[in-house]
């Protein structure tokens, strides 16, 4: 079994954490002499029945499963037991190298052809192909669009291509380099420099700080095509493969077709190569303090370590998770609640098992602080730790956790037939990697409910004793402050905190809802807007004037999702209280309720699947929540409490202005300092208010620090009050029940008077031709831009979607012209927005990030995709190949509840959105060129661009 692993790097830019003339020696061996044993059948954990298991005669392993959500998509993965472990000192780094050369060139894909291949079959790069390799494993990835055999032969041939058919031309890997090189100066920063410190010195001993899938600059610089071969012909072996085909199979076994494109990978003639022991940690070095000025907090972790036994998914390992699961989370619930406390000096604790890669294992404590009071924050944490260990948890607190987790159990089983694929096949991968087993949520539900039924708080402080009964004490810690003598710090506050005489908790009695509808009358609403079985929604409007709509779907079983637009938002607060706008969501729902505050609601909705989110948005407040059927009047109880009865109380505001000079003191640090303290506001015209593309006005440090929820509530509480309401639901739940559990709350309100709005709607545009330079203070060798071009608004749906393409369209040249062609940018990207609010208002914007020294030509690079664009426009074959996947996505998009219900929620309101709702696949189907190349002339010539370049700080002697 593979290690676990937490470092990835993965070919698409927006993942956390990457992605060939002769063809490996067809030798005449196709048996394998040795196949990896399934980990299910070496266990008494039942394997997934949906799963059908299998290997062939040469080694490659396969599994697959028919699932019919999202609707006729099928996700291939090629896993290859090879990642950065695997390679020699001369080799750091070529798993990953490998990886990206699977792109540049096959048998059956000529080297430049294969992004283009994916997107005229309906496939965006990044987001339906993509790959990852990390310190274990290298994963190819292709999520198909259509589910006939057409396809599904295309799709195998691709990933036969990666296993067994790569060209690996030396041109190709030459150029390589330079993309890789950007990758890493791409990935580069403070945080990611502080992990590697810290890996060297924690796991040292090991192969994993010698090891980083990125490898190393020296060593791929010599990379060449032999190399590079003799790596795929040694590691990339059936032996070390495993198919897996999960979706919409539509009853069809792929199996043949698994066999008929990967039977006749040959396996070498060389003996199989296995992954190398990375080692144990010495731990030499228990106590480690890690100094990096550019990080704004410090992140320690307590732990008692010792070493990870290797033992295999079980019933009785299980069951011994179920009960450490349940300290922790009883004992993170803790945390939680005293985070808001005012003398809390951490920002944030939370406790787990301690180690990465399978090498190490203990109880341990994390803890987020503000540099100046770190040393009380670990001390205080750890307090909370030792409370725990000794006196155990509160039957409240258990009573919470057990009603939570049988109630996912039950929502796990009546939801699996249409939970997306998503989860299925990553359960499939997590076995092959690490032999954890996917067992069905009904055999979970059989296994766990009964021990957790049966669950006692002794339990639970037996098995968080466990944990911490044994192994050594190793305290780590990175953050901006320099600490000389770790060891001698970490000791002292460590035996400080065991010194201190502690209390048990203090048991908590569970109020009363104090919010119920029942026994309500439920007044008749008015059925208004379209009918019938063509109908795009269901629209009532109740005589107090609140506007109902309702779209009954079978899309995700037991899932409906509740939104409530209020008033005018934004546009009804005062231009000058930008803090407002920026902590307004935050504070207002931590202030909970006139009768609860946030942690007796937490405690009453255990059992229940509900939530409740407030926002301010542009143009509305929302509030919203997921929810059931049984528990959707419940659900809007909540909502109408928050909308009238909010507590207002400062729980969260201690919290949120501790952060605010770390906020600040990262800003000198990172390219968000400048891009939101000096170009936003030189770019957003008019009015402080209006957004797009992400900008924003971002208040001032003094106006956040003095912001208290008096302010807050002098902002929202008349607009709050303010007419319109319109409730829309979507989901699993029957228009009868939707529109008797509104009329009994919504609908039993006051009527609201109407309202005087103005006669115009409001303006703001962006600046054109800005030029701005600004350096920070950073180690970080990267330069990152940001160019917008200011267009206009989305009040027209046919602009709106011809400019989003656009944006679409520039993405792709930017990959082509700045990533491929000329090396300039790892991930170069651009998109577009329209507002729908500001008339005037909307942008394209390109970003990327490049070698400080070349920052001019980047800067060229980008503002000459802009121009030939607007000088020669688009030709067809470009709109037809690039509007392939966004019909795919928007197909998949409209099987989803969240789709619906963000394109339904102004439906009376804003009535023409329900056209735009109907016709959006046929508006990108008949996309129009003319208008396309006549936004591009209009919108995209250089000069327009507003640029900002972030730099960092040159440096003197």
Same mark, same amino acid.
């Given at each position: 079994?593979?290690?676990?692993?937490?470092?990835?790097?993965?070919?698409?830019?927006?993942?956390?954490?990457?992605?060939?003339?002769?063809?490996?020696?067809?030798?005449?061996?196709?048996?394998? !002499?040795?196949?990896?044993?399934?980990?299910?059948?070496?266990?008494?954990?039942?394997?997934?029945?949906?799963?059908?298991?299998?290997?062939?005669d040469n080694g490659v392993r396969w599994a697959w499963a028919d699932h019919p959500e999202p609707q006729s998509r099928?996700?291939?993965?090629?896993?290859?037991?090879?990642?950065?472990?695997?390679?020699?000192?001369?080799?750091?780094?070529?798993?990953?190298?490998?990886?990206?050369?699977?792109?540049?060139?096959? /048998?059956?894909? *000529?080297a430049g052809t294969l992004v283009e291949w994916f997107q005229e079959q309906g496939m965006a790069f990044g987001a339906?192909?993509?790959?990852?390799?990390?310190?274990?494993?290298?994963?190819?990835?292709?999520?198909?669009?259509?589910?006939?055999?057409?396809?599904?032969?295309?799709?195998?041939?691709?990933? =036969?291509?990666?296993?067994?058919?790569?060209?690996?031309?030396?041109?190709?890997?030459?150029?390589?380099?330079?993309?890789?090189?950007?990758?890493?100066? /791409?990935?580069?920063?403070?945080? %990611?420099?502080?992990?590697?410190?810290?890996?060297?010195?924690?796991? $040292?001993?090991?192969?994993?700080?010698?090891?980083?899938?990125?490898?190393?600059?020296?060593?791929?610089?010599?990379?060449?095509?032999?190399?590079? =071969?003799?790596?795929?012909?040694?590691?990339?072996?059936?032996?070390?493969?495993?198919?897996?085909?999960?979706?919409?199979?539509?009853?069809?076994?792929?199996? +043949?077709?698994?066999?008929?494109?990967?039977?006749?990978?040959?396996?070498?003639?060389?003996?199989?190569?296995?992954?190398?022991?990375?080692?144990?940690?010495?731990?030499?070095?228990?106590?480690?303090?890690?100094?990096?000025?550019?990080?704004?907090?410090?992140?320690?972790?307590?732990?008692?370590?010792?070493?990870?036994?290797?033992?295999?998914?079980?019933?009785?390992?299980?069951?011994?998770?179920?009960?450490?699961?349940?300290?922790?989370?009883?004992?993170?619930? =803790?945390?939680?609640?005293?985070?808001?406390?005012?003398?809390?000096?951490?920002?944030?604790?939370?406790?787990?098992?301690?180690?990465?890669?399978?090498?190490?294992?203990?109880?341990?404590? #994390?803890?987020?602080?503000?540099?100046?009071?770190?040393?009380?924050?670990?001390?205080?944490?750890?307090?909370?730790?030792?409370?725990?260990?000794?006196?155990?948890?509160?039957?409240?607190?258990?009573?919470?956790?057990?009603?939570?987790?049988?109630?996912?159990?039950?929502?796990?089983?009546?939801?699996?037939? !249409?939970?997306?694929?998503?989860?299925?096949?990553?359960?499939?991968?997590?076995?092959?990697?690490?032999?954890?087993?996917?067992?069905?949520?009904?055999?979970?539900?059989? &296994?766990?409910?009964?021990?957790?039924?049966?669950?006692?708080? /002794? #339990?639970?402080?037996?098995?968080?004793?466990?944990?911490?009964?044994?192994?050594?004490?190793?305290?780590?810690?990175?953050?901006?402050?320099?600490?000389?003598?770790?060891?001698?710090?970490?000791?002292?506050?460590?035996?400080?905190?065991?010194?201190? @005489?502690?209390?048990?908790?203090?048991?908590?009695?569970?109020?009363?809802?104090?919010?119920?509808?029942?026994?309500?009358?439920?007044?008749?609403?008015?059925?208004?807007?379209?009918?019938?079985?063509?109908?795009?929604?269901?629209?009532?409007?109740?005589?107090?004037?609140?506007?109902?709509?309702?779209?009954?779907?079978?899309?995700?079983?037991?899932?409906?999702?509740?939104?409530?637009?209020?008033?005018?938002?934004?546009?009804?607060?005062?231009?000058?209280?930008?803090?407002?706008?920026?902590?307004?969501?935050?504070?207002?729902?931590?202030?909970?309720?006139?009768?609860?505050?946030?942690?007796?609601?937490?405690?009453?909705?255990?059992?229940?699947?509900?939530?409740?989110?407030?926002?301010?948005?542009?143009?509305?407040?929302?509030?919203?929540?997921?929810?059931?059927?049984?528990?959707?009047?419940?659900?809007?109880?909540? &909502?109408?409490? %928050?909308?009238?009865?909010?507590?207002?109380?400062?729980?969260?505001?201690?919290?949120?202005?501790?952060?605010?000079?770390?906020?600040?003191?990262?800003?000198?640090?990172?390219?968000?300092?400048?891009?939101? %303290?000096?170009?936003?506001?030189?770019?957003?015209?008019?009015?402080?208010?209006?957004?797009?593309?992400?900008?924003?006005?971002?208040?001032?440090?003094?106006?956040?620090?003095?912001?208290?929820?008096?302010?807050?509530?002098?902002?929202? *509480?008349?607009?709050?009050?303010?007419?319109?309401?319109?409730?829309?639901?979507?989901?699993?739940?029957?228009?009868?029940?939707?529109?008797?559990?509104?009329?009994?709350?919504?609908?039993?309100?006051?009527?609201?008077?109407?309202?005087?709005?103005?006669?115009?709607?409001?303006?703001?545009?962006?600046?054109?031709?800005?030029?701005?330079?600004?350096?920070?203070? !950073?180690?970080?060798?990267?330069?990152?831009?940001?160019?917008?071009?200011?267009?206009?608004? +989305?009040?027209?749906?046919?602009?709106?979607?011809?400019?989003?393409?656009?944006?679409?369209?520039?993405?792709?040249?930017?990959?082509?012209?700045?990533?491929?062609?000329?090396?300039?940018?790892?991930?170069?990207?651009?998109?577009? /927005?329209?507002?729908?609010?500001?008339?005037?208002?909307?942008?394209?914007?390109?970003?990327?990030?490049?070698?400080?020294?070349?920052?001019?030509?980047?800067?060229?690079?980008?503002?000459?995709?802009?121009?030939?664009? $607007?000088?020669?426009?688009?030709?067809?074959?470009?709109? #037809?190949?690039?509007?392939?996947?966004?019909?795919?996505?928007?197909?998949?998009?409209?099987?989803?509840?969240?789709?619906?219900?963000?394109?339904? #929620?102004?439906?009376?309101?804003?009535?023409?959105?329900?056209?735009?709702?109907?016709?959006?696949?046929?508006?990108?189907? @008949?996309?129009?060129?003319?208008?396309?190349?006549?936004?591009?002339?209009?919108?995209?010539?250089?000069?327009?661009?507003?640029? &900002?370049?972030?730099?960092?700080?040159?440096?003197?002697?």
């Open positions: 079994m593979a290690r676990t692993t937490r470092l990835s790097w993965g070919f698409c830019a927006g993942l956390a954490p990457l992605l060939l003339a002769c063809h490996p020696p067809q030798v005449q061996q196709t048996v394998a !002499t040795e196949v990896e044993v399934w980990p299910h059948t070496q266990t008494d954990l039942p394997a997934d029945p949906r799963v059908q298991y299998g290997a062939l099928v996700y291939l993965r090629l896993h290859v037991n090879v990642g950065s472990l695997s390679e020699t000192e001369a080799e750091r780094g070529m798993a990953h190298f490998l990886e990206h050369m699977a792109f540049n060139g096959s /048998e059956n894909f *000529e339906d192909t993509n790959a990852h390799t990390s310190f274990s494993e290298t994963v190819y990835k292709l999520d198909l669009p259509e589910n006939d055999e057409e396809t599904l032969r295309e799709g195998m041939l691709v990933l =036969r291509d990666f296993a067994a058919g790569l060209d690996l031309d030396d041109a190709e890997v030459q150029a390589e380099k330079g993309v890789i090189d950007g990758e890493e100066r /791409e990935r580069e920063s403070a945080g %990611m420099r502080a992990f590697i410190e810290l890996l060297e010195q924690q796991y $040292a001993g090991t192969l994993y700080p010698e090891r980083l899938p990125i490898g190393i600059k020296q060593a791929r610089d010599a990379f060449d095509a032999e190399m590079v =071969r003799d790596f795929y012909q040694r590691r990339y072996r059936p032996e070390n493969m495993t198919l897996v085909v999960v979706g919409d199979l539509d009853g069809r076994d792929p199996s +043949g077709l698994i066999a008929e494109y990967f039977a006749d990978v040959p396996v070498p003639k060389m003996p199989l190569e296995r992954e190398p022991d990375p080692g144990l940690p010495t731990l030499e070095q228990p106590f480690i303090a890690v100094q990096n000025r550019e990080l704004p907090t410090m992140q320690m972790t307590l732990a008692q370590v010792r070493p990870d036994e290797a033992v295999p998914d079980s019933r009785e390992e299980r069951l011994r998770a179920l009960r450490r699961g349940v300290a922790h989370a009883m004992l993170n619930l =803790r945390f939680s609640e005293l985070v808001k406390e005012p003398d809390t000096p951490y920002l944030g604790a939370s406790v787990g098992l301690a180690g990465q890669f399978e090498l190490l294992t203990g109880g341990s404590l #994390d803890v987020v602080a503000p540099p100046e009071q770190f040393g009380e924050a670990l001390e205080e944490a750890f307090i909370e730790v030792r409370r725990a260990l000794n006196f155990g948890f509160r039957q409240d607190e258990l009573e919470e956790i057990r009603a939570d987790w049988l109630l996912s159990m039950d929502e796990a089983v009546e939801r699996e037939a !249409t939970t997306p694929s998503g989860a299925l096949r990553e359960s499939i991968l997590l076995e092959v990697e690490e032999g954890i087993v996917p067992t069905s949520a009904r055999f979970d539900r059989e &296994l766990f409910r009964p021990a957790l039924e049966a669950l006692t708080v /002794e #339990d639970c402080l037996e098995a968080l004793r466990a944990e911490w009964r044994e192994g050594q004490l190793t305290i780590t810690c990175v953050g901006p402050i320099q600490i000389g003598d770790p060891e001698s710090l970490f000791t002292g506050i460590y035996e400080r905190a065991r010194e201190r @005489k502690i209390q048990p908790s203090v048991e908590v009695a569970r109020k009363d809802w104090a919010y119920s509808s029942e026994g309500n009358s439920v007044p008749l609403p008015e059925v208004v807007g379209e009918s019938g079985e063509d109908a795009l929604v269901q629209q009532f409007r109740f005589r107090n004037g609140v506007m109902l709509n309702v779209k009954s779907t079978d899309f995700r079983d037991r899932e409906v999702l509740v939104s409530v637009r209020v008033g005018r938002g934004m546009l009804a607060m005062p231009v000058d209280q930008p803090a407002a706008m920026m902590l307004g969501d935050a504070l207002y729902s931590g202030g909970g309720l006139v009768e609860h505050d946030s942690d007796d609601i937490r405690r009453l909705t255990a059992g229940r699947q509900v939530g409740a989110g407030f926002s301010i948005g542009e143009d509305a407040f929302g509030l919203g929540g997921a929810t059931t059927a049984e528990d959707l009047p419940f659900q809007l109880e909540l &909502l109408q409490a %928050m909308l009238e009865h909010p507590g207002w109380r400062p729980d969260l505001l201690q919290l949120i202005r501790s952060q605010i000079p770390l906020i600040f003191e990262q800003f000198t640090h990172s390219a968000q300092g400048p891009l939101l %303290m000096d170009f936003t506001p030189a770019l957003l015209q008019d009015d402080p208010r209006a957004s797009v593309l992400g900008f924003q006005n971002f208040p001032s440090r003094e106006a956040l620090e003095s912001f208290d929820m008096e302010a807050l509530r002098a902002v929202l *509480e008349g607009p709050l009050s303010e007419p319109p309401i319109e409730i829309t639901i979507v989901g699993d739940v029957s228009v009868d029940d939707a529109v008797q559990a509104v009329g009994r709350t919504f609908g039993a309100m006051p009527e609201r008077e109407a309202l005087l709005l103005p006669a115009v709607m409001p303006q703001a545009s962006l600046a054109e031709g800005l030029r701005m330079t600004r350096r920070i203070d !950073t180690e970080d060798e990267k330069a990152d831009l940001f160019l917008v071009f200011p267009t206009t608004d +989305g009040m027209d749906d046919r602009t709106r979607r011809h400019l989003s393409f656009l944006g679409t369209i520039v993405d792709d040249r930017m990959r082509l012209r700045v990533r491929e062609e000329l090396g300039a940018a790892y991930s170069p990207s651009a998109g577009a /927005e329209s507002s729908q609010t500001w008339l005037g208002l909307g942008g394209i914007m390109i970003q990327a990030s490049g070698d400080p020294a070349q920052s001019e030509a980047l800067l060229e690079a980008c503002l000459g995709v802009a121009q030939e664009l $607007a000088d020669e426009g688009v030709s067809q074959q470009e709109i #037809d190949r690039l509007v392939a996947p966004v019909l795919k996505q928007l197909r998949d998009a409209r099987r989803t509840n969240g789709y619906w219900i963000s394109v339904l #929620d102004e439906a009376q309101t804003a009535p023409a959105s329900l056209e735009a709702a109907r016709t959006v696949l046929e508006a990108y189907e @008949k996309l129009d060129r003319a208008f396309l190349n006549e936004l591009a002339a209009r919108y995209l010539p250089a000069a327009r661009g507003s640029v &900002l370049l972030v730099l960092p700080q040159e440096q003197t002697d």
